[in-house]
């Protein structure tokens, strides 16, 4: 039977290592905050012209472009794709992101139960579970939104549903 002095050791330890996985778990939900208020800060006119509309993708699908009619009839000035889906291949895990263009600029924040979440630019969506990716970027015209899809390795498995919204 260990003698209290080792219990109170490991019991110090214990109560060490969840301080620390307290705080960083903090530091991520304050990080999550700030890129979650950086990308309202990106708000869509609240003028012009808009149309939305719905698309699935699978994630483990060839690379590929999805052309969607917009109906603006003008260049869009802000696109933003809301994506959810469940991760079939790794428990059922939920996943989700939320991505915007502005003509200049792609951003994007994803989360998912496992490997967590991330976020950047670059893309409008971007999800990863260290050695396959799927990521979607946005080109446009006056008629069609043009969204390329591109599987890294062998993609995600899972199939995605997302909410696409265009702003002129």
């Not at 330890?13 to 999550?32: F, K, P, W």
């Not at 059922?92 to 915007?100: D, L």
Request: some cysteine.
């Amino acid at each position: 039977m260990p003698n209290p002095q080792e219990l109170q050791l490991e019991i110090d330890d214990l109560t060490t290592n969840l301080a620390s996985v307290q705080q960083q778990l903090q530091d991520a939900i304050d990080y999550n905050t700030v890129q979650i208020n950086a990308l309202k800060s990106q708000p869509a006119p609240s003028t012009g012209v808009w149309a939305s509309g719905e698309v699935d993708r699978t994630l483990s699908a060839s690379s590929s472009v999805t052309t969607i009619a917009h109906g603006l009839g003008v260049i869009p000035a802000y696109f933003r794709l809301n994506v959810l889906g469940i991760m079939t291949g790794a428990g059922q895990q939920f996943m989700g992101s939320i991505g915007t263009y502005n003509g200049t600029t792609m951003s994007y924040i994803s989360v998912s139960s496992s490997p967590g979440q991330s976020w950047g630019t670059g893309y409008v969506m971007y999800f990863s579970d260290g050695t396959n990716a799927c990521t979607a970027t946005v080109t446009w015209d006056k008629t069609n939104v043009y969204i390329q899809w591109t599987k890294v390795a062998s993609g995600i498995a899972a199939t995605v549903h997302c909410i696409w919204e265009a702003f002129s």
